[in-house]
């Protein structure tokens, strides 16, 4: 028998403190891509899609892909731009007569008219077609997971690395549990538990410390004939919603109670091991001490600015860390990106090889990460800011960072480009000019990610806290809709 699948992908990660709100603009600029344009741009990378189409050819289903799109993190989706790319995907499923439903979402949207995104995308789709339809959801591990989303999807399976190099194999294991599901061999739900925390402690780091074993204990445990997936959901901490924070799913069939008490044991890992820290973040003069000092026979000294994380929702233009560097005179060093599309269009005037004065950064909110930095340097290049990414996590995938320039002010390169994006890539820097390999010291606005392609150049790798809208420092955050007490805004509080 040949099923019919109706997927789609659809990712926005909230962050509910950004000023930034995200319209339809937003899309546009990270992508958009309907039906088939979407196979032909994803279908050969680390996507959602590429997955659901590797089960498909596996299976010989018939698939309809209705669209994929995503904007990158930033301030509560606006209504219009939500509609238009969840009302093809309901009237899909409603005209289609499918057999199941495939989704890639991320699990931390937040619309400005409802806390939970990705609930009132399945409530749409299951208002529009029989209980009886199987529906299966792939997350980021940045979830906020809501009871609501459990209750209405059926199958829900997270990505398992932080950086996410599965995003492929998690669309794929997916499509195998839901194939099994439409073949009526087995009828999965899906279980939820969680702990009063914004997120898990090191947001879900799972290239060392406590989530290895976690994620082995998870694995272990699928090998369960009545559990189809275990996922471990750090959460996203820059939400001011109900639902906030860590979850452990179990998809499963049977004994439910037995896969909810071994859930409990996850989630309580998470919670008593909430102290154990595994970076050390350092103040922005700590880490410019160090950059000034430091000898790269080994490869450069990457710095991170943790906190001005355009992947969760920074602006990308705090300036603090960049300040300090320039300050310390570090020499030879590169830094990005820096998110400025004002000082782009006056640099797009000059001519390459000029030295020009700018008034750079600090635009978005001067209170998270300092304000805008006057600096007189010399245009090395402009662009129009497309690249193809060619590591562990965007190899092959165009991105854009709009129009976009170089300048060197003393000893630093700096990128500036208009649409933020989080450096994930070398191809980053690389795409123009900046060579990162022959660097002392690179600073990327990035919190983990980076890791995947730049820990394998890097003589030495430090985390910086710049007090950037994602600071470490969330009393400083105007929460008020999380249940209280959480951990750690209640650092005292204790379970019973
Ligand atoms: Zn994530």
């Not at 995907?89 to 495939?102: C, Q, T, Y």
């Not at 208002?127 to 980021?140: F, K, Y």
């Amino acid at each position: 028998m040949t099923f019919r699948v109706l997927t789609a992908e659809l990712s926005h990660e909230t962050n509910t403190f950004s000023r930034r709100v995200t319209g339809a603009q937003a899309f546009r600029d990270r992508y958009v891509l309907i039906g088939d344009e979407a196979a032909a741009a994803r279908s050969e990378a680390n996507t959602e899609l590429a997955g659901f189409l590797d089960a498909g050819r596996e299976h010989g289903w018939q698939i309809e892909h209705v669209l994929s799109a995503a904007a990158a993190p930033s301030g509560k989706v606006e209504r219009a731009a939500f509609e238009f790319h969840c009302d093809p995907i309901v009237a899909a499923a409603e005209r289609g007569r499918f057999d199941g439903i495939l989704l890639g979402l991320h699990g931390a949207m937040v619309l400005d008219f409802c806390e939970d995104g990705e609930g009132e995308l399945l409530r749409r789709i299951r208002a529009s077609i029989s209980r009886d339809i199987p529906i299966a959801i792939t997350l980021d591990p940045h979830a906020n997971v809501s009871p609501q989303m459990c209750s209405l999807a059926d199958i829900i399976v997270s990505f398992r690395t932080y950086p996410h190099i599965d995003i492929r194999e998690t669309g794929h294991r997916a499509g195998a549990i839901l194939h099994r599901t439409m073949s009526g061999e087995i009828k999965p739900k899906t279980i939820r538990v969680s702990r009063p925390m914004l997120e898990e402690t090191n947001g879900g780091r799972t290239d060392v410390g406590p989530m290895i074993e976690r994620l082995a204990a998870a694995k272990n445990y699928e090998g369960h004939a009545d559990v189809f997936a275990v996922s471990i959901n750090a959460g996203f901490a820059s939400t001011d919603i109900a639902d906030v924070g860590p979850t452990i799913l179990v998809t499963c069939q049977g004994n439910l109670d037995q896969h909810i008490a071994f859930a409990e044991t996850l989630a309580e890992d998470i919670w008593t091991r909430r102290h154990e820290t595994l970076n050390n973040y350092m103040n922005v003069d700590e880490v410019a001490a160090i950059g000034s000092a430091f000898d790269p026979r080994n490869g450069p000294l990457v710095i991170a600015d943790y906190a001005d994380n355009p992947g969760a929702g920074g602006y990308g233009d705090s300036t603090a860390l960049l300040c300090a560097l320039l300050e310390a005179r570090v020499e030879n060093a590169c830094f990005g990106p820096m998110v400025d599309g004002e000082v782009v269009q006056v640099l797009q005037r000059s001519e390459i090889g000029r030295r020009v004065r700018i008034s750079l950064g600090g635009k978005m909110d001067p209170e998270f990460g300092g304000g805008p930095l006057d600096l007189e340097g010399e245009l090395i290049a402009i662009s129009e800011g497309d690249f193809i990414g060619d590591g562990p996590i965007l190899g092959g995938l165009h991105r854009s960072c709009g129009p976009s320039a170089v300048m060197r002010v003393d000893g630093i390169e700096i990128l500036i480009v208009t649409i933020a994006q989080q450096m994930l890539d070398l191809q980053q820097f690389k795409s123009f000019g900046i060579e990162p390999e022959s660097k002392r010291v690179i600073a990327v606005k990035s919190m983990q990610h980076f890791r995947a392609a730049f820990e394998p150049i890097a003589g030495q790798v430090i985390v910086c806290d710049s007090g950037a809208l994602c600071t470490l420092h969330y009393e400083r955050l105007p929460y008020r809709n999380v249940p209280r007490p959480i951990f750690p805004l209640d650092p005292d509080m204790s379970l019973n």
